[in-house]
């Protein structure tokens, strides 16, 4: 690796550590970024993966104030996360490179859709509960566990905009302000990421000098995201991750387009 594409990795780790903590999809900064300095896909996920750790953990400990009063859910949570991280990095190592990716487009636009319209859904939701005359669980229930077991499949598969997926199941079930929902998503990405990691350190190759340069930038890029997120309004928080969303969807359907 050349001293400007360290540096642009580096760039890159900032801009995704930043990207993650608020949003999600920082992964589409930085993969991109390590396939062009000449990587083979497998060993960029593998190096990106665990690279991504350090600002994982950095954005959730930025957003320690929300993760208050959380404990016993996230705890439920991230045992489908870890089920669902390490199911979806042994797809990785077990099926061929474009399986997975093929419905990653459609997996981002339908969880695009579900922030854009998460008021509109949780109030008929609430509606509804309120009928029935039971409250919300606080831990979302079988259907949100499920789903965000699911999700992490995906995200330690491959991890793009597996964010955005997490909020949108959590705005839909929980009945939470989306900064705290910001926060539990921050813990399972790192459990993903984490477990994800862990596996690969046993089946796959990586590229030391990558991890080292994503990971050191990405935790300084998660303080400064959660810096900035934790203080913007809910309709504009939600906005930014529908707009980073859609560009996250459209990169992944232009680079789908020019691989056939």
């Known amino acids: 690796m050349t001293p400007v594409e360290a540096l642009a990795v580096f760039a890159a780790g900032v801009s995704a550590g930043a990207v993650n903590a608020v949003v999600g999809s920082g992964t589409l900064i930085t993969f991109p970024v390590l396939l062009a300095t000449g990587m083979p896909p497998v060993t960029a996920t593998v190096s990106n993966t665990l690279g991504l750790i350090p600002g994982a953990v950095s954005g959730a400990f930025g957003y320690r104030k929300e993760l208050s009063g959380q404990g016993p859910r996230i705890l439920k949570l991230s045992v489908g996360a870890l089920l669902g991280g390490l199911t979806g990095a042994s797809l990785l190592v077990a099926l061929p490179a474009t399986a997975f990716e093929t419905i990653v487009p459609v997996m981002v636009g339908l969880a695009l859709v579900l922030v854009a319209f998460q008021p509109l859904i949780s109030k008929i939701l609430r509606g509804r509960r309120a009928s029935a005359g039971g409250p919300a669980r606080r831990d979302g229930g079988p259907l949100l566990f499920t789903g965000l077991t699911l999700a992490s499949v995906y995200g330690g598969y491959f991890a793009a905009a597996q964010g955005i997926i997490y909020i949108s199941l959590m705005g839909m079930l929980l009945d939470e302000t989306l900064q705290r929902l910001n926060a539990i998503k921050n813990v399972l990405v790192a459990v993903v990421n984490t477990v994800a990691a862990v596996f690969f350190l046993f089946v796959a190759d990586f590229d030391w000098t990558a991890v080292a340069l994503i990971a050191s930038g990405s ?36 680079r789908q387009g020019g691989a056939q």
Do not use: C, F
Request: glycine share 12%.
């Open 219 to 254: 935790a300084l890029g998660a303080q400064l995201g959660a810096a900035v997120g934790r203080r913007v309004s809910a309709a504009v928080l939600r906005t930014l991750i529908v707009t980073i969303g859609a560009v996250a969807l459209a990169q992944l359907l232009l």
